[in-house]
């Protein structure tokens, strides 16, 4: 099957010819390359070919159901875009339907919206994409870290990411072995990679509960506040009492419940050592009460569900 056929193309500048009457084609699971000297149009003819520029003479045609993507010599990237930013910028059919999925995820109580989105990722067959994509993100990463940071590349704590990455690999094989349907064609590294960013904050905490409760503290207020920053504030609150879920903006009911109950968690731990505080500490200590109270309150919100819902 013929993908692509170049036509007697030439191409000159000025006085000074490139190419001429150049004929080649394209067929199905063909890889071709082209070689030559510097300065002879290699570029050109890849331009030509993705529609970047015109030739002086022929033609280039292609199947009407084949999309051409080109990574040039000298490509311009938008500087206020993170790289998986840039990815997504690209004209590329699946990633729409990846990102609209993304999109789903953070409000799954929209179940219409969520099968669109599910049945888009099965259409473009996305999944692989997904994970391919993020792997290869996650391997430039560890690529960077080595050129740019030797010294951070040596440390004990990058000995146990390798450790770890070796478990997953060694999960992934065993998993081919016995249960092929679900080992997937290769590791899920990229998981892994994204867990280990929580080690920067391990790093700097360093085992201090000075630190350690500062950072609790900082993130305390924002999920706390979060109800009236992202949500509904108390109209939220009256709703959850009601017994309806509710996610108060924070990307879905299950991230909400998880970071309340992170914070309830922390006073827990930290108010006997409020309680031995000395007296002139007990009008914070009547916050920490109150903000206790809010976060049960809050908790209850999201293990009350009404009866006639189905979960």
Known sequence: MNYISV????KSYGDRTLFSNLSFGINKNQKVAFVAKNGTGKPSILNIIAGLDTPDEGQVIQRKDIQIAY????????????????????????????????????????????????????????????????????????IS???????????????????ALLLAVCHWFFLTLALPDLAGDYPKLDHIARLFVFIIFAWWLAGSTQNTLLFWSIASAAVVLAPWIAGDGLADFQRGFLGERIGFGIRNVQHSAMFFGTVLLGLLIFLPRLLRAPLQHYGKLSLWVLAFIIIIAVSYTHLTLPTNREV
């Not at 036509?7 to 030439?10: A, D, L, Q």
């Open 145 to 163: 870290i080595k050129i740019y940071a030797a010294p951070v590349w040596k440390h004990p704590v990058f000995h146990m990411f390798w450790w």
């Open 71 to 142: 990574l040039s010599q000298n490509q311009i990237f938008d500087d206020s875009l993170s790289v998986e930013q840039t990815i997504f910028a690209t004209e590329n059919r699946v990633l729409p339907s990846i990102k609209q999925y993304e999109k789903a995820l953070e409000n799954p109580e929209d179940s219409d919206n969520y099968q669109k989105a599910f049945d888009l990722m099965d259409q473009h067959n996305a999944w692989d994409f997904e994970t391919q994509y993020k792997l290869v993100l996650s391997v430039s990463g560890l």
């Open 7 to 10: 036509e007697n193309i030439s």
